[in-house]
Each structure stands twice: as C-alpha cells, then as structure tokens.
C-alpha cells in the first residue's frame, strides 16, 4: 500500500531532551516536507527537501532539523524540544516539486506534548 | 504573499442539507487550490484541486468546489451532507513559482447532525 508513515503517533517529553519523529514514504517521491498544525492557524511548513541531500526552510525553521539522507526517509528533529513546540505535526511527500500542483500525500501524523 | 481564509470554523448542517464551506484566498499571481479534509486521528486526504483547466472541479466524496476568480473564492460544496461527513476541512493555495509549500486556512469543522 502507498503511504506516508511516521513514528510516534504520540509523544510526552521534557524540555531539552533531544527527539526525532521520523517520516518514510514508499512511493519514491522526490519531495517530502513537514508541517506543523496549531488550532486557528491551520498547517505551516516547517522544512522541506526537493531531492536528496537538498533541504530548505519552510515558514517556521526555528527550533527544527531535518535530514534527507535517504529518498524514502525525512526525519524531523527537535535538538532542544520547548513547551511551545507541543503541537501535532504532519509529514507529506509528492512525486516531484517541478509543479506546485502536484498532490501531497500525508502520513497521519504525531502529537506532541513538551512539558 | 499568498494567503487563505475559511469562514467559520464550526460548521453544522442535518443531515441530508446542502455542505458550503467557504475559502477565500489572496495572491498575487493565479494559484493552484486545494480543499483537504482531515477524518479524526488521521492525516490529511485531498478533496479535490484546482490548477487552471475547468474551473468547476468535482472530488471524492461528493464533493465539488467552484474557482471564481472575480471573488478569489473557491468554495467547497456538497448537494446532501451524510453522517460520514463530519471532519475538519482545510482549503490550501500554492504558488505555480513556488515548490510545491502549501499555505492553509485555518481550517473547517463540520458537523453533522440526524
């Protein structure tokens, strides 16, 4: 089956321990991305990778790494997690970035708790 | 910049009454529109898209959506809503120069009632 995953689902951590939410995908698409979903401010990027080795900031870098080692794989990670990055956050791919109208496909998300 | 409003967070509707969930948006160049629909714990499913063929576009479910460039609307609707409806729903805009970043609305929860 085509997706999207990510691992957690759900996340309880302290503030500074490092974390990372991983993303794959099996469809081979060349862009992934992520993104965050607050209540009243629908989704915002986070970052996002064309291709492997090429990342670039979304709309709200800070407090954020992520790597694109691997085609299929874009793990998003929180060197020193703070309470204002509790929040649930989506990972998406498309086949290609050549077109900004190409479909996102989703994974089904993490929510996290930074206390 | 681009950006996206949606007109009520909270919609309610009977079931069997017409669905419009309402999307403004904001751009300086012709867009590409999404409508999203997010079911409870679970993540985002396209609706439907609108990239300058047709400007009625009809989705899964039902649904279709109507690109009114004199209005910068693109409005979600459904003849008859059923119970399965009831989700959040986000409608998206991206930039043709851009690559691929989505921006969204706020979002649209729907409910729907016996």
């Known amino acids: 089956e085509a997706q999207v995953t990510q691992n957690p689902r759900y996340l309880i951590t302290v503030t500074g321990k490092k974390l990372t939410v991983t993303c794959s995908q099996n469809?081979?698409?060349?862009?992934m991305s992520w993104y965050r979903q607050d209540p009243g401010l629908g989704l915002r990027q986070i970052y996002y990778?064309?291709?492997?080795?090429?990342?670039d900031k979304g709309d709200v870098p800070e407090g954020y790494k992520v790597s694109r080692k691997e085609k299929r794989n874009f793990p998003l990670i929180l060197e020193s997690p703070s309470p204002n990055q509790t929040s649930l956050y989506f990972c998406a791919s498309s086949l290609t970035a050549g077109t900004s109208s190409e479909t996102q496909y989703f994974g089904p998300g993490t929510r996290l708790l930074v206390l | 910049a681009q950006s996206v409003t949606q007109l009520g967070s909270h919609v309610s509707v009977s079931e069997g009454a017409l669905v419009l969930l309402r999307c403004n948006y904001s751009s300086s160049v012709p867009p590409y529109l999404f409508w999203y629909v997010q079911y409870p714990n679970q993540g985002l499913q396209l609706l439907l898209k609108?990239?300058?063929?047709?400007?009625l576009v009809k989705g899964i479910n039902g649904f279709e959506a109507e690109f009114k460039k004199s209005e910068t609307s693109f409005h979600l609707t459904k003849p008859s809503a059923h119970m399965s409806d009831a989700a959040e729903y986000f409608c998206?805009?991206?930039?043709?120069?851009?690559?691929?970043?989505?921006?969204f609305g706020a979002g649209t929860r729907l409910a729907v009632h016996p």
């Open positions: 998206a805009v991206s930039d043709p120069g851009g690559y691929n970043k989505l921006i």
């Open positions: 469809m081979n698409h060349e862009y």
């Open positions: 609108y990239t300058s063929a047709a400007t």
């Open positions: 990778s064309m291709n492997v080795e090429v990342t």
